[in-house]
């Protein structure tokens, strides 16, 4: 079956290290978004791809950073320079531009990181 | 600028209960499309339903059904006859705006269902 896997599901790291989260997807996508999630609250983008080798940043991109290099493949490194990292982490994908814009987004299962 | 308000934080019921979950959306764009996900306590998002703005009839799936009103700028969700299964996390979303490429999310409605 196809869908996105995130890895891993739980991660704990120490403060001032940074840390990269891994989001796979054989849906065939173009596009592929990070979103970060606190409790009680709604999704937060922080980048966004819509093709290889080129991403936007989203809404909260500081201290963040990605790569494109795969279709497949959107991995999601959280610097030393963000300063509230402790989230939980969801990855998703869609069918890209122009002819698809009513395609919803498929997400996987997220990674809670939690910064001490 | 686009935006989604879920004014409803938390609703409970108890099971059996119809519920509807309110979604209000800002969009000047008459080009969009709307969305409803659910998350259950597991965290995954699951893609429920999607219209667009050139379609206003309404929807309904099981016990699910969806209300779209364009003159209130609305796209609420219903349960009806509500089960302890469907207690989670609700989004609405809109794709449109300048940038077409974007999901704007609402902050959820948290349902909590009963027995």
């Known amino acids: 079956d196809g869908g996105i896997t995130q890895s891993p599901k739980y991660l704990f790291r120490k403060e001032g290290q940074n840390v990269t989260l891994s989001c796979e997807q054989n849906?065939?996508?173009?596009?592929m978004y990070w979103y970060r999630q606190d409790p009680g609250q709604g999704l937060r983008l922080i980048y966004y791809?819509?093709?290889?080798?080129?991403?936007q940043k989203g809404d909260i991109a500081e201290g963040y950073s990605v790569s494109r290099e795969k279709k497949e493949s959107f991995p999601l490194t959280v610097t030393s320079a963000q300063k509230n990292p402790t989230a939980f982490y969801l990855c998703?994908?869609?069918?890209?531009?122009?002819?698809?814009?009513?395609?919803?987004?498929?997400f996987g299962n997220g990674t809670r990181l939690t910064v001490t | 600028a686009q935006k989604v308000t879920q004014a409803q934080t938390e609703i409970s019921v108890v099971e059996k209960e119809d519920v509807t979950l309110d979604c209000v959306y800002e969009?000047?764009?008459?080009?969009?499309?709307l969305f409803w996900y659910k998350q259950p306590p597991s965290g995954e998002l699951v893609f429920l339903i999607r219209?667009?703005?050139?379609?206003?009839q309404n929807e309904i799936s099981g016990r699910y059904s969806w209300n779209f009103q364009k003159s209130t700028s609305s796209f609420n969700f219903t349960i009806t006859a509500s089960q302890v299964v469907d207690s989670a996390v609700y989004f609405c979303?809109?794709?449109?705006?300048?940038?077409?490429?974007?999901?704007?999310f609402g902050s959820g409605t948290k349902l909590n269902v009963k027995p």
């Open positions: 998703a994908s869609s069918l890209g531009p122009p002819s698809s814009y009513n395609s919803p987004l498929h």
């Open positions: 219209r667009n703005s050139f379609d206003e």
């Open positions: 849906l065939n996508h173009d596009a």
């Open positions: 979303a809109l794709r449109g705006g300048d940038n077409f490429n974007k999901f704007y």
């Open positions: 969009t000047r764009d008459t080009t969009y499309y």
């Open positions: 791809s819509q093709i290889v080798n080129d991403f």
